[in-house]
RNA sequence: GGGAUCUUAGCUCAGUUGGUUUAGAGCGCUGCUUUGACAGAGCAGAGGUCAUGGGUUCGAAUCCCUUAGGUCCCA
C-alpha cells in the first residue's frame, strides 16, 4: 500500500460529507434518553454568500455541536436564514432595474412575485457553502423567517403585544433613509465624523433697518423649516431682541424669538434656528414651546413645495444653492470647516435624514426587565463576560423600538384601517372585520378594510427564532410541542458582537415574554474578521478572500483550523494566509503519521519490552492534555483547547512518541506496541475530529474496517483519565538530555550519525535505564554509563545531573568555561531571588505551605546546579 | 463629552484568586540538515527593563493611582 506523501483533501471531504448525510448522522429526533444539546444558526440573510465571518462563526459552532454528538447526546444545529427585508428589497429592486422595471410602476403582490423568484434562486447558496466548510447542520430542520409558519408566529406575536398594550403607533422622529426609503431604528444608524461646514446666516430683525441676528447652522437648506429663533435668557448680548421677531432669509417669513435654557450661549454665535421638522433637538424644543412644525422634504430627500424656493432639489444640492443665493444677497457672514458627526444608513450609506413620521413602536420599558436580570445573575452567560456591561448600559438606556418600515418584503403589519378612521390589529383580515364590526356595529364588507402597507422589521421576526425554529404555532396556540418542550432552552449562541442589542437582546426578551425561560445558556461572541492592516473585510473594499476559493487550496480541516488558531472570544481576528496554511501543513502532518503507522509490518516474535516507558508516558500525556481541553472547552476557549491538541499531536506524539517507537529501517514493530499505537491514534482522530472532521473520519475509516455505525463523528469522545505527574516530569527530563546531545552535535557541527557515549552522573540511574533504549535511539548513542566526570569531555546539567560526552578531538576549553560561567551567573542570580524569599520571615511564616516547598526545591536544584557547575569548572583547569 | 476595555517577543495571543515564571506558546526570523512518514519537514538557536511614572505588599505582568496610545459602546 501506498500513499500519497502529501494529503489531498478534496474527494476526500465530498466522500465524506455525502456519506454523513446519508447515514443521517446530523439529524435529531426527541429522544428523552438522551441530553439534548441544542444550537440555532444565526440566520445569515438569505441574499447573502460566503464571508470569512460566516467561516469563523459557522467553524465554531461545528466545533461544538461535533464534541456534543461524540459525546453522547443528542446534538441538534438548526440552519436556517433571514429574510433581510432591507438588503433583499434592494436587491430585487435592483435586479428589476437591470430589467427594465420601475419598482413604482408593480403592486405589491407583483413585486412579492419578484421577490419570491429570486429568493427561490439565490436564497440557498449561503447554506449550500455551509456544506462545503462541513457544517453538520440538521439540514431537514432548515427555516426561513419567512416561512409560513413562521410568519404566523410573527403576526400572532403582534396581535398578542398589541393586545397586550405593548405596541402603540406614535408620530416620531425617526431616522429616514432616502435612498431605502424607510425607516431605520437606532441600531442601524452609524454615526461618521465628516469635514462639513459651518455657516453663519444674517436673519434680519422684523421692524428695523438694518439690524440682524446670526445663527450658524451647518445644514442651511433647512432654513425655510426655521420656526422660531432661539436664544438663552441669561444671555445679555441678546437681551434686546425678547419678543421680536426675525425674517428668514431668501423667503422672508417671519418668526418668533424664543427664549430657553437649552441653547448653548458659547457654542457658533448663541442664537439657535429651531427647525423641529429636521432636527430631534429642535423637535423636543418645538414640542415644549408649542410650536409649528414645517417639513420641507419628501421621503426621498427632495425639497417639497413647503421650502417655496428650489423645490424638488435633492438636499445637498439645495445646501449649495442657498448657500450661493444667501452670499449673493449679503446674508452669508461666513462660512468655517467643521467636523460633525452624521448619521448614515448601515444598509445604503446614505446620510440619515431625521423626520417625523407615523411608526409603530414596541414599548421597551417592562419587557426587557428580565432580560436585563438574567444576563446580570449570569443565567445567560457572555462569553467572554466583558460584553455584560455593554449589554447592561443598553438594557438600562433602551429606547422603544420601532418595528415598522417602509417595505414590501416582510411581514405585512395586521393593521387594518377602516373607513371611519379607526383600525383593527387581527390576525388576518376576515378576524379584523369580524372584530370590527361587532365594535362598531357596522357591516364593513372586506374591501373597507384596508392593511397597513408597512413591513416589520427583520428583527421582529428573528427574535422569536430559538422559539419558532421549533414550534411556531406555541403563541397562537399557548401550548409547546414535544420539538419545543425538548429542545429549548438552547445550550450555545455563537455569533458577533455587534448583533448583541439587534438580535442577541431581543432573542432573550422574547424567550423570557413567550417562554419564560431564556433561549440559551451560553453566548460566545466571536471578534470580526480583518485584514492585515485591521480593516473590516468587506465587499466593497475587496480585501476578503474568497471562502469556497480558499477551502479549494487549502482544504476544509485547513481553513477551519486557520481561522481557530487565533480566534480567542470576543477578539478580532487579524486575517493572514499564514494561518490557513497552518492548517493546511497539520493536515500533513497527520496525513504523513498515519502512512508512517500503516507502513509498519508486525512480527509477533517481538516482545517490544523497549517500547514500555514510551506507551506509558504516553498515555499519560493525552490524558495530561484531554484534561487541559476540557477545561478549555468549558472555558469556551476554543482556540486554545485546538493550540493544546496541536501541540499533543505534533509535538507530543508525532515528534516524540513515533520517534521513540519507531522502527529501524524496513524493521518490523512488535504487536503490542502496534496495537496500543493505533489505539492512540484513534484518540487522537477524536480529539481532532471537531476541528477537523474530513481528514479524520478519513484516517478513521482506513485505519481499520467500520461499520456505518462505528463512524468516527458518532464515535465515543474520550473521558480523561487521571495521569501521573512523575511520570510525565521523567520523560520531561529524558527528552531534555536527548535535546542537549542534540544541541551539542550542532553547535559543534559533529554529524547525527556519529554515535556519543554518554556518562551520567546521577542519583536515579534507574529512570534513565528504563529509557536506555529511547536515549540510544533519539541520541544516537553507543554507550550509557553511570558514573563520575570523564575527562576531556563536553558536559551539561539537567535538573541536579551531569552529563558527559568523551571528545575524540581537542575540546575547546576557553568557550566551555565561556559558557558555564553564563550559565552559572544565571543559576546564581535565580538562587540569590529564591533566597531572598526564603531569608524573608514573613514570607516563611505567610506563604502556603506548597509555596513554600516549591521555593526549597528551587533552592536545592539550583545549589545543586551551581555545585556541578562549578565542578565542571575547576576540571576544565 | 460620558462609559467600557485593552497595551506582554517582529506578528497574533496565553499568563485563571498576587508566590510552580529574573515571563510562556504558535507563527515568523537565524543557523544547520535533503536516502528511510512528512521540506507543507527535522534539529537547534536568537528574541521581552510585561506601554509610562508612582504607590500598596515580604513579594506585582497580575491590585490601586497618574500619563500616553489603541479599540468599542453611548451622546
Known amino acids: ?84 427585508s432591507i438588503a433583499t428589497e434592494a436587491k430585487v429592486v435592483s435586479m428589476l432595474k437591470e430589467r427594465g422595471i420601475d419598482k413604482k410602476s408593480l403592486t405589491r403582490e407583483e413585486f412579492l412575485k419578484y421577490a419570491w423568484e429570486w429568493k427561490e434562486k439565490y436564497g440557498g447558496i449561503i447554506l449550500e457553502q455551509l456544506k462545503k466548510l462541513g457544517a453538520s447542520c440538521d439540514w431537514d430542520r432548515t427555516k426561513f423567517t419567512m416561512d409560513p409558519d413562521l410568519s404566523e408566529a410573527v403576526i400572532s406575536v403582534f396581535v398578542d403585544l398589541h393586545k397586550k398594550g405593548k405596541i402603540y403607533r406614535g408620530i416620531r422622529m425617526v431616522n429616514w433613509d432616502p435612498q431605502g426609503k424607510t425607516a431605520l431604528s437606532d441600531d442601524e444608524v452609524i454615526t461618521k465624523e465628516i469635514q462639513s461646514k459651518l455657516y453663519y446666516i444674517q436673519y434680519n430683525i422684523e421692524g428695523t433697518e438694518n439690524e440682524f441676528l446670526t445663527i450658524a447652522t451647518t445644514r442651511p437648506e433647512t432654513i425655510m423649516a426655521d420656526v422660531a429663533i432661539c436664544i438663552n435668557p441669561n444671555d445679555p448680548r441678546f437681551a434686546h431682541l425678547k419678543g421680536k421677531k426675525a425674517i428668514i432669509p431668501l423667503i422672508n417669513r417671519a418668526i418668533p424669538i424664543i427664549e430657553d435654557e437649552y441653547v448653548d450661549m458659547e457654542f457658533g454665535t448663541g442664537c439657535l434656528k429651531v427647525t423641529p ?57 461666513k462660512v468655517e470647516e467643521y467636523k460633525s458627526n452624521v ?73 387594518y384601517y377602516l373607513p371611519n378612521g379607526e383600525y383593527v390589529v387581527a390576525q388576518s383580515k376576515s378576524e379584523a372585520l369580524e372584530i370590527a364590526n361587532e365594535k362598531y356595529g357596522i357591516a364593513y364588507k372586506s374591501e373597507d378594510l384596508v392593511q397597513d402597507e408597512d413591513v416589520l422589521d427583520t428583527w421582529f421576526s428573528s427574535w422569536l427564532w430559538p422559539i419558532s425554529v421549533f414550534d411556531a404555532k406555541v403563541f397562537s396556540e399557548g401550548k409547546k410541542n414535544e420539538d419545543l418542550k425538548y429542545y429549548y432552552p438552547t445550550n450555545d449562541l455563537v455569533t458577533a458582537p455587534e448583533i448583541l442589542f439587534f438580535w442577541v437582546a431581543r432573542m432573550i426578551i422574547a424567550g423570557y415574554e413567550y417562554m419564560g425561560e431564556k433561549p440559551f445558556k451560553n453566548v460566545y461572541l466571536t471578534g470580526i474578521v480583518r485584514d492585515k492592516q485591521g480593516r473590516k473585510m468587506s465587499k466593497s473594499l475587496g480585501n ?51 502512512r508512517l503507522v500503516k507502513g509498519w509490518e508486525i512480527d509477533p516474535e517481538l516482545d517490544g519490552q523497549e517500547n514500555q516507558a514510551a506507551i506509558h508516558w504516553f498515555e499519560n500525556r493525552f490524558n495530561e492534555s484531554l484534561t487541559e481541553i476540557e477545561d478549555h472547552f468549558n472555558k469556551f476557549r476554543i482556540s486554545d483547547a485546538l493550540m493544546t491538541s496541536y501541540k499533543l499531536v505534533w ?56 461499520n456505518t455505525e462505528d463512524a468516527l463523528i458518532v464515535s465515543e469522545w474520550p473521558s480523561p483519565k487521571s495521569f501521573d505527574v512523575q511520570t510525565i516530569a521523567e520523560a520531561q527530563q529524558v527528552f531534555e538530555v536527548v535535546s542537549q546531545i542534540r544541541n551539542i552535535r550542532a553547535s559543534k557541527g559533529i554529524s547525527p550519525k556519529e554515535a556519543f557515549e554518554l556518562t551520567i552522573k ?34 551539561f546539567i539537567v535538573k541536579s545531573d551531569e552529563c558527559f560526552i568523551p571528545m575524540i578531538g581537542q575540546v575547546d576549553v576557553e568557550s566551555e568555561k565561556e559558557n558555564i560561567q553564563k550559565e552559572l551567573e544565571y543559576t546564581r542570580g535565580f538562587l540569590n531571588t529564591v533566597m531572598k524569599k ?40
Open 544 to 594: 476578503s478572500p474568497d471562502p469556497l476559493e480558499l477551502i479549494k487550496i487549502y482544504g476544509a480541516d485547513g481553513v477551519r483550523t486557520g481561522m481557530l488558531f487565533s480566534s480567542p472570544a470576543g477578539n478580532d481576528l487579524p486575517y493572514d494566509d499564514k494561518l490557513v496554511e497552518q492548517g493546511r501543513n497539520f493536515a500533513n502532518k497527520i496525513w504523513n503519521a498515519f
Open 277 to 333: 421638522a429636521h432636527d430631534i433637538n429642535d423637535y423636543e424644543l418645538g414640542l415644549k414651546h408649542k410650536l409649528e412644525v414645517i417639513d420641507i422634504l419628501n421621503d426621498d430627500g427632495t425639497l417639497n413645495e413647503k421650502a417655496q424656493i428650489l423645490i424638488g432639489e435633492d438636499r445637498f444640492i439645495a445646501r449649495k444653492r442657498i448657500s450661493k443665493m444667501l452670499a449673493e444677497i449679503g446674508q452669508m457672514e
Open 651 to 706: 509535538d507530543d506524539f508525532c515528534s516524540w512518541y513515533l520517534e521513540m517507537i519507531k522502527p529501524a529501517y524496513q524493521q518490523p514493530i512488535d504487536a503490542a506496541t502496534y496495537e496500543r499505537t493505533i489505539l492512540f491514534f484513534e484518540d487522537i482522530l477524536k480529539i481532532l475530529h471537531p476541528f477537523m472532521p474530513f481528514i479524520t473520519e478519513e484516517i478513521w475509516q482506513q485505519i481499520k474496517e467500520r
Open 762 to 795: 546521577t542519583q536515579q540511574p534507574d529512570l534513565y535505564l528504563r529509557f536506555e533504549m529511547v536515549l540510544k535511539k533519539l541520541a544516537n548513542l553507543s554507550k550509557l554509563e553511570f558514573g563520575d566526570q570523564v575527562a576531556n569531555s563536553l558536559g
Open 838 to 877: 526564603l531569608m524573608n520571615e514573613r514570607f516563611v511564616s505567610g506563604a502556603p505551605a506548597q509555596v513554600l516547598e516549591i521555593e526549597r526545591k528551587k533552592q536545592a536544584d539550583a545549589e545543586a546546579k551551581i555545585k556541578a557547575l562549578e565542578e565542571s569548572l575547576v576540571n576544565l583547569g
Open 1 to 84: 500500500m501506498s500513499f500519497a506523501t502529501k494529503y489531498n483533501p478534496e474527494e476526500t471531504e465530498s466522500k465524506w460529507y455525502a456519506y454523513w448525510m446519508e447515514h443521517k448522522f446530523f439529524s435529531s429526533k426527541v429522544d428523552h434518553t438522551k441530553e439534548p444539546y441544542t444550537i440555532v444558526i444565526p440566520p445569515p440573510n438569505v441574499t447573502g454568500v460566503l464571508h470569512m465571518g460566516h467561516m469563523l462563526n459557522n467553524t465554531i459552532q461545528d466545533v461544538l455541536i461535533r464534541k456534543a454528538r461524540m459525546e453522547g447526546k443528542n446534538a441538534c444545529w438548526v440552519p436556517g436564514t433571514d429574510h433581510a
Open 343 to 415: 448619521g448614515h444608513s448601515e444598509r445604503t450609506n446614505a446620510i440619515v435624514e431625521p423626520k417625523l413620521s407615523l411608526q409603530w413602536f414596541l414599548s421597551m420599558e417592562d419587557i426587557t426587565k428580565p432580560a436585563l436580570q438574567s444576563v446580570m445573575d449570569d443565567i445567560i452567560q457572555l462569553h467572554p463576560p466583558k460584553f455584560k456591561n455593554m449589554y447592561r448600559s443598553w438594557m438600562e438606556n433602551v429606547r422603544d423600538w420601532c418595528i415598522s418600515r417602509q417595505l414590501w418584503w416582510g411581514h405585512q403589519i395586521p393593521a
